[in-house]
């Protein structure tokens, strides 16, 4: 049973870059396709970019050019560099990931763009 915790956000101004990280811990993170979520409070969770286990990601469009995704399977690590941000990019960032047919979520770190 893998377990993920969330950290790095906090509060930026525009157009400030900031980097979200996921520590996995209870299984190795190499078995995991993985993927970085938000959700805005009334809306409904949003995917930005997933990562399969063999390294090949994917975004959203939302995120595609100023939102990277990396891991490292070896940290048991996978972090989600944020550029350029926008105040509509505030939000809860959550760690996701899948194995088979099961998903696990972490419990989300906070991101405010604000001037």
């Known amino acids: 049973q893998i377990q993920l915790v969330e950290s790095g956000g906090g509060l930026v101004q525009p157009g400030e870059s900031l980097r979200v990280s996921c520590l996995a811990s209870?299984?190795?993170?190499?078995?995991?396709?993985m993927g970085w979520y938000r959700q805005v409070p009334g809306k409904q969770r949003e995917m930005l970019a997933t990562?399969?286990?063999?390294?090949?990601?994917n975004y959203a469009d939302s995120a595609r050019g100023r939102f990277f995704i990396s891991r490292d399977n070896a940290k048991n690590t996978v972090e989600l560099q944020l550029t350029n941000l926008r105040p509509e990019d505030t939000a809860v960032y959550y760690c996701?990931?899948?194995?088979?047919?099961?998903?696990?979520w972490g419990q989300g770190t906070q991101v405010t763009v604000s001037s």
């Open positions: 996701h990931a899948r194995r088979s047919d099961r998903e696990w």
């Open positions: 990562i399969r286990t063999g390294g090949q990601s």
């Open positions: 209870g299984s190795s993170l190499r078995l995991y396709a």
